[in-house]
């Protein structure tokens, strides 16, 4: 009778937010694929370095938010026999993918632009403005709509951060082409490229790092499990808590196991499921907790414990 779990699930809301988030995917990958390729046009006539940047760029969001929406749809599918969790870590890896493609590009663009600052050649700033205005608004639409998003996740975090990206590149990139039809400083267009990298690197070491928590199982970082064990030990007839381990699913989805140590007169009192609720609804209540797993020991079970724990 000193075993049990208690569980608490936020599945449908999540389900709704997920599919939500792949409209946003699906009318940000129209618009990111539309203007990739007017701007490559762009570069080609106008032989921009800092346009050709941006376009490369936006190339490699169309692809991040291709893998994303490819991932959102893998994450959806049910538990299996196997996969009891589900497949919602597709998206965390989509994440780190996404993660790691705008790392090797930002170090392609810092390599580009380095070269270029020794002979930046020449660089039709007219055609080239006018290009960047068109990613301009591009990247605002996008922007727009992602950013309604409030789920937290990390995989359309990552294709979000990629449009930022985009956005700051086409400013920086308009910002060149005036300098150069200003002054006609040349540089200007392979420091516009460095400026986009510099704006991209940052940012996707964020991203990996966010990912790899949670592929790591470390605890997520907004959840005190000091105070979680305080919270769970002040409870009427509880007595220790320990053997806590807390992890994330998948973004917006924590989740948490302890075994709970609790006075017989506790559970004549309440019963195993009483007590379980009360764990579960304290966790869920006040740490927003809504998958937890929790084992009801009571105190005659301690000395067990400690017996199969020195075997």
């Known amino acids: 009778m000193g075993h049990g779990h208690g569980h608490?699930?936020?599945?449908?809301?999540?389900?709704?937010g997920r599919a939500a988030d792949r409209r946003r995917l699906k009318i940000v990958l129209a618009v990111t694929g539309s203007?990739?390729?007017l701007q490559a046009v762009g570069s080609v006539l106008t032989g921009s370095l800092a346009l050709l940047a941006d376009s490369a760029h936006m190339a490699m969001d169309a692809g991040g938010v291709l893998l994303a929406l490819g991932a959102s749809y893998v994450a959806a599918r049910p538990a299996g026999e196997r996969s009891t969790f589900g497949y919602h870590r597709a998206e965390v890896?989509?994440?780190l993918v996404n993660a790691v493609v705008l790392l090797v590009l930002g170090g392609v663009l810092v390599y580009a632009g380095v070269?270029?600052?020794?002979?930046?050649?020449?660089?039709?700033?007219?055609?080239?403005?006018?290009?960047?205005?068109?990613?301009?608004v591009a990247n605002g639409v996008s922007m727009a709509v992602l950013s309604?998003?409030?789920?937290g996740s990390l995989n359309l975090r990552g294709?979000?951060?990629?449009?930022?990206?985009?956005?700051?590149?086409?400013?920086?990139?308009?910002?060149a082409g005036v300098v150069i039809l200003l002054t006609d400083w040349q540089q200007a267009d392979p420091v516009a490229s460095l400026l986009?990298?510099?704006?991209i690197v940052p940012r996707a070491l964020t991203l990996a790092r966010d990912a790899l928590r949670v592929l790591l199982e470390v605890a997520p970082e907004d959840l005190d499990l000091a105070e979680v064990t305080r919270h769970i030990k002040e409870m009427d007839g509880v007595v220790d808590v320990h053997d806590l381990h807390a992890w994330t699913i998948t973004s917006g989805l924590p989740s948490l196991s302890a075994h709970v140590t609790v006075t017989d007169e506790a559970l004549a009192a309440y019963g195993v499921g009483g007590m379980l609720d009360r764990v579960s609804n304290c966790v869920a209540g006040h740490f927003e907790v809504q998958h937890a797993t929790f084992q009801i020991e009571p105190v005659s079970h301690r000395a067990h414990e400690d017996l199969g724990e020195a075997h």
């Open 115 to 136: 070269t270029r600052l020794a002979d930046p050649g020449e660089v039709d700033a007219g055609p080239m403005v006018l290009f960047a205005l068109t990613g301009l």
């Open 148 to 151: 309604r998003s409030d789920t």
């Open 8 to 16: 608490g699930h936020g599945g449908g809301g999540h389900g709704a």
């Open 35 to 37: 203007v990739m390729v």
């Open 196 to 199: 986009i990298a510099a704006m």
């Open 159 to 175: 294709a979000m951060m990629e449009v930022m990206a985009d956005l700051l590149g086409s400013v920086f990139a308009i910002a």
């Open 93 to 95: 890896l989509a994440a």
